[in-house]
């Protein structure tokens, strides 16, 4: 096999050229092999578009059917590249549209509010620099600290090497059961090829050698903790979703494939809750001090994963909610992770119709959306008229939006930005249907945990919003959409990585660990598919407020 990757065009566009391929191969594979990996966001299962490439000269071959398909004149021919090979002895040739690419620099939240004190008292004593890290889904967050002043020294942010593999846990655990290598391949992905390179370059801003950190403590959700472990979390995507552990582990940095320290460096795995609550949630209640604040208090973080504790007197419940990545973009026409060049904020009039959006780094022509600008359009064009509570366009806004609302495949779509990097940009009818299943399933599960505690919104003293999303999050949108029904914007307290922000209290203060093993035990896990008011309330919130 050989590939040329050739220079960018002016349009942004990147072209490759395969001279001869392999079909047993998938050509999302070979251009990942050839340092070109792309959106595989469904874990090449051919579910989403993340992966879709233009041929432009040439043929490929459908791995499924067999069919081959040869490169139309123009428009050129879409294809899925995670869904086709490139033949033996002949050519083809591939442009690749900047958002099916996974080279754009993530917008990682490494901020943080802590909300409790906290000693200098270094859970390993004898290390003089540590490493706080927060194992995302599709992001991770490293901050170096100084474990003598607890001072942060230091910090490095990037994606997740193992979204490649998939979009969400429940892709990768699907993976681990029908491939045994693959359990060898994400826990690389995580410690080789991500915390790593991190780690070396936070040690190299902060003009410090891997060698003298002595520490590394890690909060992340139960299936990346089994993942960088080297474990097969195969049993968490089969009822009874039982983990292969929970509590807090200790391993020498070698054994996870990780090169810092000396012969006495660790790594701390903190300990996590249960199989859809993990060790991120559980670092999230001690930073944030509800664990011990008087009044009803609640944790929401929605990122890749949609997760939910609920505080009342001491009593703690968790959550898991089924919401999908469509708030990281996937599945969407033109969605986007929350990277550099993504619309982040959208504000709408409906007559004449305008669209005014705000760029992650002020770019001219975006990428894509990414999930806090979907939610302000939800909002916005709810309160515009544009869209009715059904998430339909109504018939007002349609008889004067002209050629900004065109039909598609499953209804209309409505023209956001004319002129993206890959072209223009677009919300579909089944764009708004897919986040209101996404945002109905958080507002359902929180809810839910508050009606089973006999509680209301309106008796919330603080909610928590946690996670890089919530940080870019308008909270006037939030609200007004419903997906987090019955509160108001005085209720919210923005508080950042709190994942993050537990790692680093258990680096500085061993006391924090024994907090986190508090929550752990004391936490009640809700399976909301189990509880019988679970299901009207997702049917309710799959509506927009009036």
């Not at 065009?9 to 072209?15: A, C, I, L, P």
């Not at 690749?96 to 909300?115: N, T």
């Not at 064009?381 to 109504?394: N, P, Q, S, Y």
């Not at 809810?447 to 946690?466: H, N, Q, S, Y």
């Amino acid at each position: 096999m050989n590939s040329q990757l050739q220079l960018k065009t002016s349009d942004g566009v990147s072209r490759v050229t395969i001279d001869h391929g392999d079909e047993a191969i998938a050509l999302s594979e070979l251009l990942a092999r050839r340092g070109t990996p792309l959106n595989t966001r469904c874990g090449g299962r051919g579910l989403c578009k993340g992966c879709e490439v233009l041929l432009e000269a040439g043929a490929v071959r459908e791995r499924q059917t067999g069919i081959t398909a040869h490169a139309d004149p123009a428009p050129h021919r879409a294809i899925r590249a995670c869904q086709v090979g490139v033949m033996l002895n002949q050519p083809a040739s591939i442009a690749i549209p900047p958002r099916s690419l996974l080279r754009h620099e993530p917008a990682v939240v490494a901020e943080f509010k802590l909300g409790v004190p906290w000693a200098q008292d270094p859970i390993e004593p004898n290390a003089r620099f540590g490493a706080a890290v927060d194992v995302g889904t599709t992001t991770v967050a490293l901050l170096l600290a100084d474990l003598t002043s607890g001072a942060s020294i230091g910090g490095a942010s990037a994606f997740n090497a193992q979204v490649r593999f998939g979009e969400d846990v429940l892709t990768r655990i699907q993976r681990c059961r029908e491939d045994a290598s693959a359990v060898a391949a994400l826990q690389r992905a995580i410690a080789i090829e991500t915390l790593q390179p991190l780690l070396e370059e936070a040690c190299a801003a902060a003009d410090i050698s891997p060698s003298q950190v002595g520490v590394m403590t890690v909060a992340a959700n139960t299936t990346m903790q089994h993942l960088l472990a080297g474990i097969d979390p195969s049993p968490l995507g089969i009822y009874p979703f039982t983990p292969v552990f929970l509590g807090h582990r200790t391993y020498a940095p070698p054994e996870l494939g990780l090169a810092f320290g000396g012969p006495g460096a660790r790594v701390h795995l903190l300990p996590g809750p249960a199989a859809y609550v993990g060790a991120d949630l559980a670092a999230g209640v001690v930073a944030t001090g509800m664990l011990y604040r008087e009044g009803l208090s609640v944790l929401v973080d929605v990122g890749t994963n949609g997760e939910i504790i609920v505080q009342s007197g001491g009593r703690l419940l968790g959550c898991a909610t089924a919401a999908g990545p469509a708030f990281e973009g996937a599945g969407l026409t033109s969605g986007s992770r929350g990277v550099r060049g993504a619309i982040e904020r959208i504000r709408l009039e409906a007559h004449p119709y305008v669209a005014q959006v705000g760029i992650i780094g002020d770019a001219v022509q975006p990428l894509g959306i990414c999930g806090s600008a979907y939610v302000d359009f939800l909002g916005e064009a709810r309160r515009t008229g544009i869209v009715g509570e059904k998430g339909r366009f109504t018939a007002a806004f349609a008889a004067t939006a002209g050629d900004a609302l065109v039909p598609d495949d499953y209804g209309r779509k409505l023209r956001l930005h004319a002129r993206g990097l890959s072209g223009p940009i677009w919300i579909s009818e089944l764009d708004i249907s897919r986040l209101l299943q996404a945002k109905a399933a958080i507002a359902a599960g929180l809810c839910t945990l508050l009606k089973k505690i006999g509680r209301t919104p309106a008796e919330v003293d603080r909610l928590f919003l946690a996670g890089g999303f919530g940080m870019h999050l308008s909270l006037d949108h939030a609200v007004a959409c419903g997906l987090l029904p019955g509160f108001t914007p005085a209720q919210i307290e923005v508080v950042g990585n709190t994942s993050l922000g537990g790692a680093f209290l258990a680096l500085n203060d061993r006391n924090a660990l024994a907090e986190m093993e508090t929550v752990c035990g004391r936490l009640e896990t809700i399976e909301l598919n189990l509880e019988p008011d679970f299901e009207g309330a997702f049917i309710d919130h799959l509506m927009l407020p009036g």
